[in-house]
């Protein structure tokens, strides 16, 4: 966007260098990170979790 607006382009392609770079080296030191099918898993039990806990509240107050 930068570069369109002709906000100096070559800082700009610099960053845009540096923030791949740096990226990659996010990814190669955590690869977890990067995949989704490991951390899926993980996000919809805890989404199981917190539905089923509003349910037994939901069904505790209209017990009450």
Same mark, same amino acid.
């Given at each position: 966007?930068?570069?369109?607006?002709?906000?100096? @382009? +070559?800082?700009t392609? +610099?960053?845009?260098?540096?923030?791949?770079?740096?990226?990659?080296?996010?990814? +190669?030191?955590? @690869?977890?990170?990067?995949?989704?099918?490991?951390?899926? @898993?993980?996000?919809?039990?805890?989404?199981?979790?917190?539905?089923a806990?509003?349910?037994?509240?939901?069904?505790?107050?209209?017990?009450?």
């Open positions: 966007m930068a570069e369109a607006k002709g906000i100096n @382009p +070559e800082l392609t +610099e960053v845009t260098e540096e923030v791949k770079e740096a990226a990659a080296e996010v990814v +190669e030191k955590a @690869p977890f990170l990067a995949s989704w099918g490991k951390i899926r @898993p993980i996000v919809l039990f805890y989404a199981l979790y917190v539905m806990a509003a349910l037994l509240l939901a069904l505790h107050l209209v017990v009450l």
